[in-house]
């Protein structure tokens, strides 16, 4: 099994559609959970970067956590055409290294 | 501004070559990491560096070889031995300052692109 789990897509919604991107993870020692946003040819771009359970709202995004369940969710609401790119989960923390999902692919269509 | 900056952007290896990646950052940052992206395998850790003069081998260090003689400075070397070197290479820092820790997000450079001839 792998340490972190996330389906690979490609996920297609239509503009303004709100999208769920979901990881799992089985290390209970992760206590951060990064989000990056990838868009092709180009390094990862850190979006939300959340400690521990709960919510997280940054505009347009919002990260949630579930250690309990081990499940990392990132919702984007009204989505567009710019968000079309691959997004990687990251949990991390104490003394574990940082370990990224290979990442979701989403195309937002106009 | 501040961020990572990797050179070149495509790179070209011929048989028995060894090349090297730059990446030079002015986040101020300790800590620097260097990954390789394979497609539908994620982001894989080759080395990392918290202080300047010590490096750690990540998960697949073989034919890889690096340096920290500078704090805003990690460059890779893809050595002859890497027999598969075709790949994305991504450069990370971040602003952790415990041996060891991982508890502060990384930022990444935009990557080299390595291809054999």
């Known amino acids: 099994q792998k340490e972190v789990e996330q389906d690979p897509g490609p996920l297609s919604v239509p503009e303004g559609a709100i999208v769920s991107l979901n990881c799992t993870y089985s290390n209970s020692a992760f206590q951060y959970f990064m989000w990056y946003r990838q868009y092709s040819r180009k390094g990862p771009e850190l979006l939300m970067y959340t400690y521990s359970s709960g919510n997280k709202e940054d505009g347009r995004f919002t990260a949630q956590v579930d250690k309990s369940s081990k499940y990392i969710s990132l919702f984007i609401r009204d989505s567009q055409p710019s968000d079309s790119a691959t997004y990687l989960c990251a949990p991390s923390g104490g003394y574990q290294k940082v370990t990224f999902g290979t990442g979701t692919k989403l195309q937002v269509i106009p | 501004d501040g961020g990572i900056t990797q050179s070149p952007k495509y790179l070209f290896r011929k048989e028995g070559q060894n090349v090297t990646l730059s990446c030079e950052q002015n986040?101020?940052?300790?800590?620097m990491y260097w990954y390789r992206q394979d497609p539908g395998q994620g982001l894989r850790l080759i080395y990392y560096?918290?202080?300047?003069?010590?490096?750690q081998k990540g998960d697949i260090a073989e034919g890889y070889s690096v340096s920290r003689e500078k704090k805003e400075s990690f460059p890779l070397t893809v050595t002859s031995a890497q027999k598969n070197p075709t790949a994305f290479y991504l450069c990370?820092?971040?602003?952790?300052?415990?041996?060891?820790?991982?508890?502060?997000?990384?930022?990444f450079g935009d990557g080299t692109r390595l291809s054999i001839l």
């Open positions: 990370a820092s971040s602003a952790e300052k415990v041996q060891g820790a991982s508890n502060q997000p990384q930022h």
């Open positions: 560096s918290q202080i300047v003069n010590d490096f």
């Open positions: 986040l101020n940052h300790d800590a």
